[in-house]
């Protein structure tokens, strides 16, 4: 099967890097949730596919996977790698006598790596990972040449920051944190009923099929109840003890299902901010499911029941300024760290903190507000004064139509401005 053809492909941010690694090593894995586009992706940077969850090919390729890659053109995409684990081998053979880059793409789920104490990819495989589409994308502002929103807000502040023609509010924020970024959903004009429907079915299949594929020994309807706790926390920072209260279950339980929805790329968790500049810091993560229209439907939310709690409002904002941010920060190089940072229980606290490298730190907050003022910035400014130079910028990100200087290397930015 040949890739897909141009005319009906729409680029992604990750083509790009894609197609950096593939001029520079022979094998690259792309990973990420099911249904985020990788297939098509990567179908696009190949010549042929081998879709190896299709009986006829699978046969083939278990039969004598040496023999099946010898015969198939290339670049080859193998989709459903996991289907015949053999042919991770088989390409590790491939590579170790002949290391001609761009030669293979493999996609599919995590089942076969994980099962698998040695894995046959280290050293030959490298990793890409893809996320769900970003407003970005959806609106088609691919210059991978220009610096990413991060480095542009630390070398330029304002100065390199505009707006798109069209700015939301905060009903159209709350709209897009509810369609999620799955192309399934977002590229198609589906009515809300239409776009439950296809949410709650990849739940389902989520909790029934890919959880039970990694382990066969999970309670499904523990861990839907637990992913639904979670998805009412997004982007929150409740104590475990609370959540595994609302979710009925203990420590190990809830500490075994956030490792399975970290390894099915749904869950995120934002490690804690470290620096010894700074004490009593509260070392817990900031837990995100990663795409807000399926934490919406796990949660069981609709637009009226987001809006009827101000809490929900700021935390399913700041899920969604956050999935704009995390594909720019997987593409670059060097790649950032994110993190969160809480002080004394809240009293100071700063969503995301952005190491940049050569000590460069940038400071996110976001409010789902209008017109933030310095009040709404006096976490930035507490680690403005706490860093030194070392801070390079912060920002209140908002969901007014403003760009305005809050005070030295502060500012207000509305969203959007991340995709202008």
């Known amino acids: 099967m040949s890739g897909t053809e141009a005319g009906s492909y729409r680029p992604r941010l990750a083509d790009a890097y894609l197609g950096e690694l593939l001029g520079e090593f022979p094998a690259v894995m792309i990973t990420g949730a099911r249904a985020t586009g990788k297939t098509t992706t990567a179908a696009h940077h190949v010549e042929h596919v081998a879709r190896l969850d ?13 023999a099946a890659l010898r015969r198939a053109p290339r670049p080859i995409l193998l989709d459903e790698w996991q289907e015949v684990p053999e042919v991770l081998a088989a390409v590790k053979r491939v590579v170790d006598r002949d290391a001609t880059t761009g030669q293979f793409i493999l996609t599919g789920s995590v089942r076969a790596e994980l ?3 040695t894995w046959a990819g280290t050293g030959r495989v490298v990793r890409m990972s893809m996320y769900p589409l970003t407003e970005r994308e959806l609106n088609s502002r691919l210059d991978v040449d220009r610096p990413s929103f991060l480095e542009r807000l630390a070398t330029s502040g304002i100065d390199d920051v505009s707006l798109p023609e069209d700015v939301p509010d905060i009903d159209q924020y709350i709209g897009a944190a509810l369609r999620g970024g799955f192309p399934d959903v977002a590229y ?5 009923r239409a776009r439950g429907i296809w949410l709650a079915s990849y739940l389902d299949n989520l909790i029934t099929r890919d959880a039970a594929s990694l382990d066969a020994h999970k309670n499904p309807v523990k861990l839907r109840r637990y992913l639904s706790v979670l998805a009412l926390n997004n982007a929150g920072m409740p104590s475990d003890a609370t959540l595994y209260r609302a979710a009925d279950v203990n420590a190990k339980t809830a500490a075994g299902y956030d490792q399975l929805l970290r390894n099915l790329f749904v869950l995120d968790v934002v490690p804690a901010w470290a620096n010894n500049r700074l004490n009593r810091l509260i070392k817990a993560g900031k837990r995100y499911v990663v795409d807000t229209g399926l934490a919406a439907s796990a949660a069981r939310l609709t637009y ?12 399913y904002f700041d899920a969604l300024a956050t999935a704009q941010l995390r594909p ?7 790649q950032p760290a994110l993190h969160h940072l809480r002080v004394d229980a809240g009293r100071r606290e700063v969503d995301l903190v952005v190491e940049l490298g050569a000590s460069r730190v940038v400071g996110l907050e976001f409010k789902a507000g209008v017109a933030p003022t310095t009040t709404d910035a006096r976490h930035l400014f507490w680690l403005r004064d706490q860093l030194g130079d070392a801070f390079a910028a912060g920002a209140v ?8 200087e809050l ?11 991340i995709w202008a």
């Open 54 to 66: 299709e009986p006829g090919v699978a046969a083939s390729f278990r039969a004598d996977p040496d």
């Open 115 to 117: 099962d698998n104490e």
């Open 188 to 192: 198609r004009d589906r009515s809300d």
């Open 304 to 315: 009226d029941g987001i809006f009827a709690d101000n809490n929900l409002v700021g935390r």
């Open 328 to 334: 720019e920060i997987a593409l670059t190089y060097p």
């Open 397 to 404: 990100i908002h969901t007014g139509p403003g760009i305005y």
């Open 407 to 417: 005070g030295d290397r502060i500012y207000a930015i509305p969203l959007c401005a």
